[in-house]
C-alpha cells in the first residue's frame, strides 16, 4: 500500500518568512495530492491540491509542487502571518471509487509575531 | 452549496456507556463518507468508510461500528464506550477525485 512521509513534525518561523513541507509517497499510481490545514480544535481544511498531471500551483502566498520522477511533493507558504500557524497534513491517492487517501502525519507551524 | 453537519461538539461519557454520533451532508448526492479519529498527537486514523446506503467498510478492528441509514447521513456508535476510545471525531465526505471535507469534530473524553 501506500505510504507518506512528511517533514518536519514541527517548523518554526517569523511572521514574513517562507514556509516549506515536505512529503514522499511511495506508490506510483497515486495521482491526487491535496494538503489540508487544521487549526486548533477544529476539523482540517483543504488549502490546495495538485493532480499527477501538473508540475506546480498557486493561490496567493501558497504553493504546491509536485515531482512524480522523485515521488515527492511540497506545500510553500510565502509572506507567513500568524494565523497561518496550524497542523498541516498532505495526502496521496489513486482517486479510485472509495478514495481513501493516505495522509502523512502532519507538520506543526509555528509564526512567530 | 455543500456542507457537513457534525454533532455534538463535545461529549464526556462514562466507561460503558453507549456511544452516537450523528454526521449530515447537504448539498450533495452519493458522496463518500468516512469516519476518523484524531487521538493525541496529529494523525488522522480511518476507522469507518461508505460508498452507498448500508454499505460500511471497517479500518479498524474495535468496539465501534458504522451505519449509514440514508445517504448523506452517517452514524458512530458504541455500545460500550472504553477510556482508549477518547479522541477527536472527524466526519467527513467527498466525491471520486476530489479532496475530503471535513467536519468541525467531535472531543470525546470518556471518564
Known amino acids: 500500500g501506500e505510504n507518506v512521509e512528511q517533514h518536519p513534525s514541527t517548523l518554526s518561523v517569523q511572521e514574513g518568512d517562507s514556509a516549506v513541507i515536505k512529503c514522499t509517497y511511495s506508490?506510483?499510481?497515486?495521482?491526487?495530492f491535496p494538503w489540508y490545514k487544521q487549526e486548533l480544535g477544529k476539523g482540517p481544511q483543504l488549502i490546495i491540491d495538485i493532480r499527477s498531471n501538473v508540475g506546480e500551483k498557486k493561490d496567493q502566498r501558497i504553493a504546491v509542487t509536485l515531482n512524480k520522477t522523485a515521488k515527492h511533493f511540497s506545500l510553500h507558504i510565502t509572506e507567513t502571518q500568524p494565523e497561518d500557524s496550524a497542523v498541516y497534513f498532505c495526502a496521496a491517492s489513486d482517486g479510485g471509487g472509495s478514495y481513501i487517501p493516505t495522509f502523512g502525519r502532519g507538520t506543526s507551524l509555528i509564526v512567530h509575531p | 452549496s455543500q456542507t457537513i453537519h457534525q454533532w455534538p461538539a463535545t461529549l464526556v461519557q462514562p466507561v460503558g456507556s453507549p456511544l452516537s454520533l450523528e454526521c449530515t451532508v447537504e448539498?450533495?448526492?452519493?458522496?463518500?463518507l468516512y469516519w476518523y479519529r484524531q487521538a493525541a498527537g496529529r494523525g488522522l486514523q480511518l476507522l469507518f468508510y461508505s460508498v452507498g446506503i448500508g454499505q460500511i467498510s471497517s479500518e479498524v478492528p474495535q468496539n465501534l461500528s458504522a451505519s449509514r441509514p440514508q445517504d448523506r447521513q452517517f452514524i458512530l456508535s458504541s455500545k460500550k464506550l472504553l477510556l482508549s476510545d477518547s479522541g477527536f471525531y472527524l466526519c467527513?465526505?467527498?466525491?471520486?477525485?476530489?479532496?475530503?471535507?471535513f467536519g468541525s469534530g467531535t472531543r470525546l473524553t470518556v471518564v
Open positions: 506508490d506510483s499510481a497515486s495521482n491526487y
Open positions: 467527513a465526505w467527498s466525491v471520486r477525485g476530489h479532496g475530503y471535507t
Open positions: 448539498g450533495t448526492s452519493n458522496p463518500n
